[in-house]
């Protein structure tokens, strides 16, 4: 029998939210009184009414002002040299003017370049704080439940500061709205089942059985030249900076797992790189089919997945018109509608100034987790009740008319939760943004039963798949394979030396190589070079992708010395033209019947070698 596990959301005292959620409050916007620190504790009224003012200014994803280091982190007097050496039991960080929450020490992780810090607050279930630590920058993830999203990123004494509101993130923006419009009278009375995940029998039972672990699941970040151009507004090294975004959103969507009850896999991060150019137009759903079969990144795509080993991949973009993004939806049994290549399409694309909440929800979506039943397709599109899945998020009104939903719902307030039948939540007015005294709104369940008619547990859809998303990279990286071996060929010295190697397998890489030493330049499946006498020897060429590696068989290469040129045959002077009069006339008729007189002997000598 499954046990309800309650986790009651504390008040947070001044974090207030407004349309846009929580934001940070400067000693210039809210004026402070002597004290602690020289802060104070704002109204509520001031808190809310700053909060709508800036969310008008600058939309629902907004950089805000930087902050010197000691007003965001007020026991942190001087940056360290070295921030992956910072690793304290707790953590206190000032997210507005006079407050001030302090995260214990979770857990600390060393990687090659980075280490990685996790905090939690146990009097406040579901808030986290996950910072990533590079030798001259850290960057951190706030996560306060029901309200907003920071993300912090210290370089050179000071802070920038990135709002998110998770309510207002939606898969599509403004301009895909045409699109979701077009389909509404379709979807507005679906015949039960329709447009849902089509169970193919046998395949549920198998993937819930695969529930050991746990499984890494390998993401890759992808940026493009836009996010660039945001990046460079708050950091030096955008390379860096990217790896410690990336590296953030991973680990804070690990908590949000571990919060939902999803213990048989983490995410781990694979690697960040910036994709090609390519040619767009502001839509989300565009760029998605860039990156999918027969779009113009893709085959930049699929060699990017085998060379890092990545399960999934998310793109950010600094696409300006919305904070949300768009992902490759599966079916409820992990299979997509498209059955060739599966990790095709573990893909999904973001706004860069989005938060970890967006992150999670369009790679949820990857794995078959849906929106709510009210929203299955986009705002408004509802899916009937008792169609036999259970691959929803959950949304539910509390009882001061507040819209509060799980991941993938769409909702005004958010939990860092996935839909768990197993699992309560006791809303306050405090976690929501209302003024006055905190007042319990209720408490509720985050999911339903896979029987009950509105059925909503994208935790088990996690759980179900973890085994078949740990092994996507693996499903179409076969070992290398040749197919054409090189051929032994001899040539002179001066002229085009030339070898080639056909191969197949994904993610390939070459290196040719001379009586077992590598070839400078020598890394394409076509090699060739301007030969030189010390070039002979034998050639092989080593195949390999992150699977396995191949050597070909050896091609002799012989070189001659360069042919001497032959020697130029000094040209015959013509004779002088025959004289035209007749008679007498000095030399020119002398030199006439000789000219004859040689014509004929060669006739003569033609005629008898043709006889």
């Given at each position: 029998?499954?046990?309800?596990?309650?986790?009651?959301?504390?008040?947070?005292?001044?974090?207030?939210?407004?349309?846009?959620?929580?934001?940070?409050?400067?000693?210039?916007?809210?004026?402070?009184?002597?004290?602690?620190?020289?802060?104070?504790?704002?109204?509520?009224?001031?808190?809310?009414?700053?909060?709508?003012?800036?969310?008008?200014?600058?939309?629902?994803?907004?950089?805000?002002?930087?902050?010197?280091?000691?007003?965001?982190?007020?026991?942190?007097?001087?940056?360290?040299?070295?921030?992956?050496?910072?690793q304290?039991?707790?953590?206190?960080?000032?997210?507005?003017?006079?407050?001030?929450?302090?995260?214990?020490?979770?857990?600390?992780?060393?990687?090659?370049?980075?280490?990685?810090?996790?905090?939690?607050?146990?009097?406040?279930?579901?808030?986290?704080?996950?910072?990533?630590?590079?030798?001259?920058?850290?960057?951190?993830?706030?996560?306060?439940?029901?309200a907003?999203?920071?993300?912090?990123?210290?370089?050179?004494?000071?802070?920038?500061?990135?709002?998110s509101?998770?309510?207002?993130?939606?898969?599509?923006?403004?301009?895909?709205?045409?699109?979701?419009?077009?389909?509404?009278?379709?979807?507005?009375?679906?015949?039960?089942?329709?447009?849902?995940?089509?169970?193919?029998?046998?395949?549920?039972?198998?993937?819930?059985?695969?529930?050991?672990?746990?499984?890494?699941?390998?993401?890759l970040?992808?940026?493009?030249?836009?996010?660039?151009?945001?990046?460079?507004?708050?950091?030096?090294?955008?390379?860096?900076?990217?790896?410690?975004?990336?590296?953030?959103?991973?680990?804070?969507?690990?908590?949000?797992?571990?919060?939902?009850?999803?213990?048989?896999?983490?995410?781990?991060?694979?690697?960040?790189?910036?994709?090609?150019?390519?040619?767009?137009?502001?839509?989300?759903?565009?760029?998605l089919?860039?990156?999918?079969?027969?779009?113009?990144?893709?085959?930049?795509?699929?060699?990017?997945?085998?060379?890092?080993?990545?399960?999934?991949?998310?793109?950010?973009?600094?696409?300006?018109?919305?904070?949300?993004?768009?992902?490759?939806?599966?079916?409820?049994?992990?299979?997509?509608?498209?059955?060739?290549?599966?990790?095709?399409?573990?893909?999904?694309?973001?706004?860069?100034?989005?938060?970890?909440?967006?992150?999670?929800?369009?790679?949820?979506?990857?794995w078959?987790?849906y929106?709510?039943?009210?929203?299955?397709?986009?705002t408004?599109?509802?899916?009937?009740?008792?169609?036999?899945?259970?691959?929803?998020?959950?949304?539910?009104?509390?009882?001061?008319?507040?819209?509060?939903?799980?991941?993938?719902?769409?909702?005004?307030?958010?939990?860092?939760?996935?839909?768990?039948?197993?699992?309560?939540?006791?809303?306050?007015?405090?976690?929501?943004?209302?003024?006055?005294?905190?007042?319990?709104v209720?408490?509720?369940?985050?999911?339903?039963?896979?029987?009950?008619?509105?059925?909503?547990?994208?935790?088990?859809?996690?759980?179900?798949?973890?085994?078949?998303?740990?092994?996507?990279?693996d499903?179409?990286?076969?070992?290398?394979?040749?197919?054409?071996?090189?051929?032994?060929?001899s040539?002179?010295?001066?002229?085009?030396?030339a070898?080639?190697?056909?191969?197949?397998?994904?993610?390939?890489?070459?290196?040719?190589?001379?009586?077992?030493?590598?070839?400078?330049?020598?890394?394409?499946?076509?090699?060739?070079?301007?030969?030189?006498?010390?070039?002979?020897?034998?050639?092989?060429?080593e195949?390999?992708?992150?699977?396995?590696?191949?050597?070909?068989?050896?091609?002799?290469?012989?070189?001659?010395?360069?042919?001497?040129?032959?020697?130029?045959?000094?040209?015959?002077?013509?004779?002088?033209?025959?004289?035209?009069?007749?008679?007498?006339?000095?030399?020119?008729?002398?030199?006439?019947?000789?000219?004859?007189?040689?014509?004929?002997?060669?006739?003569?000598?033609?005629?008898?070698?043709?006889?």
């Amino acid at each position: 029998m499954n046990s309800k596990i309650a986790l009651p959301l504390v008040g947070l005292g001044a974090v207030l939210i407004g349309a846009a959620g929580l934001q940070i409050l400067s000693d210039a916007t809210v004026p402070a009184t002597s004290g602690a620190g020289g802060l104070r504790e704002p109204a509520a009224t001031e808190v809310v009414a700053h909060a709508r003012s800036l969310a008008r200014q600058a939309g629902p994803a907004a950089h805000l002002p930087r902050f010197s280091l000691s007003h965001v982190f007020p026991d942190l007097a001087d940056a360290p040299a070295d921030w992956r050496g910072w690793q304290p039991e707790q953590i206190t960080v000032a997210p507005h003017a006079g407050l001030r929450l302090t995260f214990t020490r979770e857990q600390a992780q060393q990687t090659e370049r980075t280490m990685t810090w996790v905090g939690r607050i146990p009097e406040l279930p579901g808030a986290s704080l996950v910072g990533i630590a590079s030798e001259r920058a850290w960057d951190a993830i706030l996560v306060v439940p029901g309200a907003g999203e920071f993300a912090f990123h210290v370089e050179n004494g000071r802070v920038s500061v990135t709002e998110s509101a998770p309510g207002e993130e939606r898969c599509a923006n403004d301009e895909e709205k045409a699109v979701t419009a077009a389909m509404t009278a379709e979807y507005s009375a679906p015949a039960a089942g329709r447009y849902v995940p089509r169970m193919t029998p046998g395949v549920a039972e198998v993937l819930a059985a695969a529930t050991d672990g746990p499984w890494m699941v390998d993401v890759l970040l992808l940026y493009d030249a836009t996010a660039v151009t945001v990046a460079r507004t708050l950091a030096t090294d955008v390379e860096a900076y990217m790896e410690a975004r990336g590296r953030g959103m991973i680990e804070t969507a690990n908590v949000f797992f571990r919060n939902s009850g999803v213990e048989n896999f983490v995410w781990r991060f694979a690697g960040a790189a910036q994709v090609p150019a390519f040619a767009r137009d502001g839509k989300f759903l565009t760029d998605l089919n860039a990156m999918t079969p027969g779009g113009a990144l893709y085959s930049w795509i699929r060699d990017a997945r085998y060379r890092y080993g990545a399960d999934q991949m998310m793109l950010l973009t600094g696409e300006a018109e919305a904070p949300g993004g768009r992902a490759a939806t599966r079916y409820q049994d992990g299979s997509h509608r498209d059955q060739a290549n599966e990790a095709d399409w573990a893909v999904a694309v973001m706004n860069v100034r989005a938060g970890s909440f967006t992150f999670t929800h369009e790679l949820a979506h990857n794995w078959g987790c849906y929106h709510d039943r009210g929203n299955f397709f986009g705002t408004n599109l509802p899916t009937p009740d008792s169609d036999g899945y259970w691959c929803y998020g959950l949304r539910f009104v509390d009882n001061l008319g507040g819209v509060t939903g799980t991941i993938m719902a769409y909702a005004d307030y958010k939990l860092p939760y996935f839909s768990n039948p197993d699992l309560t939540v006791r809303v306050t007015s405090t976690m929501q943004g209302r003024a006055g005294a905190e007042i319990d709104v209720g408490t509720f369940a985050l999911g339903y039963t896979e029987t009950h008619p509105k059925a909503a547990n994208n935790a088990r859809v996690l759980r179900d798949h973890a085994a078949w998303m740990a092994g996507l990279a693996d499903e179409i990286a076969a070992a290398p394979e040749i197919v054409e071996q090189p051929v032994a060929t001899s040539v002179e010295a001066g002229q085009t030396l030339a070898l080639r190697v056909a191969a197949r397998g994904g993610g390939l890489y070459y290196q040719w190589k001379r009586n077992g030493v590598a070839v400078a330049g020598g890394t394409t499946a076509n090699f060739s070079k301007t030969a030189a006498t010390a070039d002979a020897g034998d050639y092989t060429v080593e195949v390999s992708n992150r699977r396995g590696a191949i050597v070909s068989s050896v091609a002799a290469v012989n070189v001659t010395a360069a042919s001497a040129p032959a020697p130029s045959t000094p040209a015959t002077p013509s004779p002088p033209p025959a004289s035209s009069g007749g008679g007498g006339g000095g030399g020119g008729g002398a030199t006439s019947v000789c000219f004859a007189g040689l014509v004929a002997v060669a006739l003569l000598v033609r005629r008898r070698f043709s006889d």
